[in-house]
């Protein structure tokens, strides 16, 4: 992400939140989420206890969409007898893990998929995928 988005999470006070489960920094995506060709990014933004997924579109830190506000208490989960750790990531994917989970799980049906969604995971439990369609944001079946 260039300096200037950077600059827009430090304004909005965002942190990004990291999964116990990865070692390297991760939670800051790039995609083609909007439509085949355009560079977008998505950072798991928490401010004061909630999260939420923040789509650059196109790369421009103005008005970025804001997705799946929610409390991270919720992605708090033991890792071992004495430790919890935070269980929220995100990813990016393509129509072949969308139309997978449809036919495994069934949930909503999918509109025709020419870009990439946002897998939307507690980690090692289930996950949703959004994905932009015509001009809004549809929650469709991830892992379970």
Avoid at 3 to 24: F, M, N
Avoid at 116 to 130: H, L, P, R
Wanted: glycine share 12%; aromatic share 10%.
């Amino acid at each position: 992400m260039r300096c200037t988005k950077a600059h827009d999470l430090q304004r909005r006070g965002c942190t990004i939140p990291q999964t116990v489960y990865t070692k390297k920094p991760h939670n800051v995506i790039k995609g083609e989420f909007a439509k085949p060709g355009q560079n977008d990014w998505a950072v798991l933004c928490s401010v004061k206890g909630v999260s939420t997924i923040l789509v650059f579109w196109g790369g421009s830190e103005k008005n970025p969409a804001q997705i799946a506000p929610l409390e991270d208490r919720i992605f708090l989960q033991g890792i071992s007898a004495n430790e919890m750790g935070f269980s929220r990531g995100i990813a990016p994917v393509g129509k072949e893990f969308i139309m997978r989970h449809y036919q495994a799980y069934g949930g909503p049906k999918p509109p025709p998929i020419d870009h990439q969604g946002i897998d939307d995971a507690f980690i090692e439990k289930a996950s949703v995928t959004w994905y932009c369609y015509g001009g809004r944001w549809l929650k469709l079946t991830g892992a379970d």
